[in-house]
């Protein structure tokens, strides 16, 4: 709660939140995405995405669309 006391820390827990539910949507996306359009297991490439998020979504769109 000390940070949210001053300006800046509510700021930061603001661009927090955001880079936060960025990364949940991509991950959500490439679940959805791969069931529609790969044939590996969606799970697996969300948890790529998950563990790695740059680099698992580039890997997904260059090994796991058809």
């Not at 936060?20 to 790529?48: I, M």
């Not at 998950?50 to 698992?56: I, N, Q, T």
Request: hydrophobic share 60%.
């Amino acid at each position: 709660m000390l940070l949210l006391q001053s300006s800046g820390g509510g700021i930061a827990f603001l661009i927090w939140l955001l880079f936060t539910a960025v990364f949940l949507y991509a991950v959500y996306w490439t679940y959805k995405d791969a069931q529609r359009n790969s044939d590996q297991p969606a799970f697996l490439w969300a948890l790529v995405v998950f563990l790695a998020p740059m680099l698992g979504l580039v890997l997904y769109f260059l090994l796991g669309r058809d």
